[in-house]
C-alpha cells in the first residue's frame, strides 16, 4: 500500500508530480528474517533485502534520481553511508523523508547523511507539519497530505508523511532536470532547487530547510 501511494505521487497520470518518469522499484525487508534464500549474498543470509545493497541495484540499473521513503536499521548504517556516497560521485540525487516522529535529529533517518536531500513536511495550509522530524538533515520542504488509491482495498485514503512530501520533491526535481540540457550536473539543478525554494528567505532552517521546493 506505502509503495503504491508513493508511485501514484510520482507518476499518476491525473495527479502524479512527474507522470512521464519511470520508477524501478525496490523492496527491502523490515524483518530480514521473513526474506528466502534468494537475497543472500555470501554469508548474509539477508543482504540483497537490505537498503545498502538496493541503492546499489539501483546505480547498477541506471537510475537518475533515487528517493527513499522509510528509516534505516542501524546495523545497514556504514554500508548505507558507503552506497550513498557511491551515489553522491555517480551524479545520482539521493531524497530521504525525515520521517514522521515530530523529532529533532532522530537518530535513524538518512538525511544527515553528506549529500543526502532531506524532507521534511507541510502541512496543506502551509504550516509545517507537526508529525515531521526536522534538524540538521533537512535541505527542503514540501506539503506531505494528499489523496491515493490504497492497493489492497482499492479505497481512497488521505495519506500523509515525510513519505509523500520525498517522492513530491524528487519529482520537482525529475522535471526540473528533465527541462535543461545533459551538461547540467546533479549538483547545478540541487543548488537551482535550494535557491527558488520558498518561505525561507533563502535563509537554511532546521525545519524547513531552504524552504517550500518551488
Request: charged share 15%.
Amino acid at each position: 500500500d506505502h509503495a503504491t501511494e508513493v508511485a501514484q505521487i510520482l507518476v499518476a497520470p491525473d495527479f502524479g508530480v512527474a507522470p512521464g518518469a519511470t520508477i524501478y522499484n525496490y523492496a527491502y525487508a523490515d524483518d530480514w528474517g521473513d526474506v528466502d534464500s534468494d537475497c543472500a549474498l555470501g554469508s548474509n543470509s539477508a543482504a540483497l533485502a537490505r537498503k545498502p545493497s538496493l541503492i546499489e541495484q539501483a546505480l547498477n540499473d541506471g537510475v537518475n534520481i533515487i528517493v527513499i521513503t522509510s528509516s534505516y536499521n542501524e546495523a545497514d548504517e556504514e554500508s548505507l553511508r558507503w552506497a550513498v556516497s557511491r551515489a553522491v560521485a555517480a551524479g545520482v540525487p539521493v531524497v530521504v523523508s525525515m520521517g514522521n516522529h515530530g523529532e529533532y535529529n532522530a537518530s535513524d533517518t538518512m538525511g544527515p547523511f553528506a549529500g543526502v536531500i532531506g524532507s521534511a513536511a507541510l502541512a496543506t495550509d502551509g504550516t509545517f507539519a507537526d508529525y515531521s522530524n526536522w534538524g540538521d538533515g533537512v535541505s527542503l520542504v514540501a506539503v506531505g497530505e494528499g489523496v491515493a488509491r490504497r492497493a489492497s482495498t482499492n479505497s481512497i485514503y488521505t495519506v500523509a508523511g515525510t513519505s509523500f512530501s520525498a517522492p513530491l520533491i524528487a519529482g520537482v526535481l525529475a522535471l526540473a532536470w528533465a527541462g535543461f540540457g545533459s551538461d547540467i550536473t546533479a549538483d547545478q539543478i540541487l543548488q537551482a532547487l535550494a535557491a527558488t525554494a520558498s518561505g525561507s528567505g533563502g535563509q537554511w532552517n532546521e525545519r524547513t530547510g531552504y524552504g517550500e521546493v518551488d
